[in-house]
């Protein structure tokens, strides 16, 4: 039984895949190609295809081919494998809030002109910035609704941080072990007692984004690790009630999301308070 539903899911990407083709070259690139220069065209189709069809495509894709209880890992704006999700916390944002300035996080800014050029500074002359801004990773169809962070060494190019994505609980334990679960898309109201399903690494420098070239932050290998602080953190102040190690994600073999080595386990825990 579960053969056949995976050869029908692998169908049903693959239908996708001819599909998103179709749409970029018969619709996309003929309606462009009537109405612009053949260059131009060209180049429009493609901007087009890379950054609206393609991304939203593979986030799709994505959807039909996991089905598991919790998600294996976050995806970036092009639809492609970002940081693996590792950590659960079960509680209300302000819970969420105190929990972790209690450990001495700090919670991230929004990302924004001002924040990104405020972290460009920081990060190109090596100053101070404690609540700098999260580049964006998608998980549930949305990125992600609140990040923390705590600086190592007092330099922005180092740093512990998460990512959380809130599902409201009431809705998650309806549909926890259904596909409903991974199809969710809407935040819990912030009062609201929310499932926050996070993605934990550990920023190590800096390097060149693989294709863009664009500067940014080059992160540990090591998820488990990142994950463990956190935990082990909030256990020390009291902040969590015991915790519970979940793994149901048999579709990664030897457990490696692109660089990142992670032994699957997602600790769940309810915040105190």
Same mark, same amino acid.
């Given at each position: ?10 169908? !049903?990407?693959?239908?996708?895949? +001819? ?45 039909? !081919? ?100 809130? +599902? ?61 602080? +956190? ?43």
């Amino acid at each position: 039984m579960r053969l056949l539903q995976r050869l029908w899911r692998h169908s !049903l990407v693959f239908l996708l895949g +001819i599909l998103t083709v179709w749409v970029i070259v018969d619709v996309v690139f003929r309606i462009t190609d009537n109405r612009l220069p053949w260059i131009l065209a060209i180049a429009v189709t493609y901007g087009i295809a890379a950054y609206i069809i393609l991304p939203r495509a593979i986030r799709l894709g994505v959807t039909l !081919l996991h089905r598991q209880n919790v998600p294996a890992y976050t995806a970036t704006g092009d639809g492609l494998p970002g940081d693996p999700v590792n950590l659960a916390l079960i509680g209300t944002l302000p819970q969420l809030r105190a929990a972790f300035a209690k450990i001495g996080w700090t919670e991230a800014d929004a990302l924004g002109l001002v924040s990104s050029w405020r972290m460009a500074r920081a990060f190109v002359f090596n100053k101070a910035y404690p609540s700098a801004p999260f580049s964006t990773l998608f998980l549930f169809g949305r990125g992600q609704d609140i990040g923390f962070q705590k600086v190592i060494g007092g330099s922005p190019r180092k740093r512990h941080h998460v990512r959380f994505w809130s +599902i409201s609980r009431a809705l998650a334990d309806k549909t926890l072990g259904t596909t409903g679960f991974w199809l969710n898309t809407g935040r819990a109201p912030d009062d609201e007692q929310a499932l926050w399903v996070g993605a934990a690494t550990r920023d190590t420098g800096f390097s060149l984004a693989w294709l863009t070239f664009q500067i940014t932050h080059a992160t540990a290998a090591d998820t488990n690790a990142e994950r463990d602080l +956190i935990i082990a953190e909030m256990q020390k102040m009291g902040l969590v009630s015991s915790v519970t190690a979940y793994n149901d994600r048999n579709e990664l073999p030897a457990k490696r999301v692109n660089h990142y080595l992670f032994d699957g386990d997602v600790s769940v825990a309810a915040l105190k308070g």
